[in-house]
């Protein structure tokens, strides 16, 4: 049983904890990310980026690797209920000339990762509890690993997801169902798809089904519906799962939505329940304690309604980033540890209103889409919602999280 201590430990090798690794390496700090999986998680295939994480990536020097990935310039809504067809511009919305581009997840964590030494990652390697210790009037973080493992560190930052330990260990409440599940992969067509760069979505009666091209061979798709009865067995076979969205959940569907799905590589294929924490907990919690903080789904998840939570990881990851190198800078290139509570808590400052908003909005954005079928709700979700508060929404995702000067 080995005991090091570390400057930064950031457990998990997600969107946040890479990302974050990237944003202190800017400043001279190598962290260590301990990552449970055996290499990089790629699950769900493939996520949106609007312009708040092109501004994040830009910032943490990796945005050129994805500059291959083109904007989806048109964003076709058709009502499952009325057939209406509506086109909502993502470039007028989004107040700037560049729509969301959709990435495949492992070229964006790939982006992120090959800014790191080899040894800066640690696979295989599952956190299992916390404590604290105090070391000279300042708390340290003492990490135990599920193989026996104890790593000391200055700064503990979780980037551990939706079920984090780290959550757990400040006091957050933990996360819950949203009531939904989401089905997400990849279509592959070998001979090329034909279709141009345009988002195309099906919402209403409680289901929101989508897909956008990510290259002219490969198509990204995804479903999602209140939970299936069956929910827990769909997860493991992807055959079933997409044999139950062709022949049950989407079988009403346009014939374009239904081919996507029909060449789907299974190996892609996911199923996922949608969790989130109630904004209150967010606004109301302990995001930071001591030395120890939390960014990304750790801190903040949402239902991915506006498709935020890795973008929103992103902007985590430059602020976080800034605020421990400025110290480090400051200090002569040294972490002292009497300043990092503070730090921390400046970190968190600056985020918890930002993503306690995100949180609402994506839920009431998500309630909206996927309400019934009633008069009152088709009112507000075609004439309200997409004519007018949509637009509102996605204005509000246009953020600069700033660089990172050193
Ligand atoms: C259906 C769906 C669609 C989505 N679409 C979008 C989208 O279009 N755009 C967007 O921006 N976001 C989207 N999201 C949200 C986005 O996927 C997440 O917000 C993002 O992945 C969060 O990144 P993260 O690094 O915080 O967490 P994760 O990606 O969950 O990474 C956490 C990492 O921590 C590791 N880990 C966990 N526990 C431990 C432990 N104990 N020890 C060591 N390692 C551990 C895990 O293995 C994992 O690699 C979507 C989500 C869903 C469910």
Redesign the pocket.
Known sequence: MGTSVEDVVI?????????TAVALKRAGIEALV????EG??T??A?????SN?WCALDALGVSHKLASYTPSLKNYVTDLDTGEVQEVSLTEANGDAVG?R?VH?KALLEALADELSVHSIRFS????AIETQQHEGSSIAIVH??NGTVIKAKVLIG????????SRWLGLREPVFSGRS???GLAVYPQGHGLEQNVRRYVGSGRNAGFVPLTDKEIYW?F?GISPAKGASLAEDPEDIRKEVLENYAKDLPPIYLDVVQHADLSTLTW?P??FRYPWNVVFGNLSKQNITV?????H????DL????????E?AVILGRHIGTSFVQNGQVLVVKKMSEVLGKYVEERRWRVTLLITWSYISGWVQQGGSGWGMKFLRDTIFYKFLFLKMVKYVTYDCGKLDF
Do not use: N, Y
């Open positions: 457990v998990g090798g997600g969107i946040a904890g890479l990302g301990l990552e449970r999986s990089l998680r699950t769900g493939a996520l949106s980026l609007f994480a969301p959709t997840r390697s599952k956190i299992s690993m599920e980037c551990d997801g939706v079920h984090s330990v780290v989401a089905v997400r995804f999602s996922a949608l969790m960014a990304g789904d750790a801190m998840p949402m239902t991915p498709a935020q939570g890795g973008c929103s990881a992103l985590d």
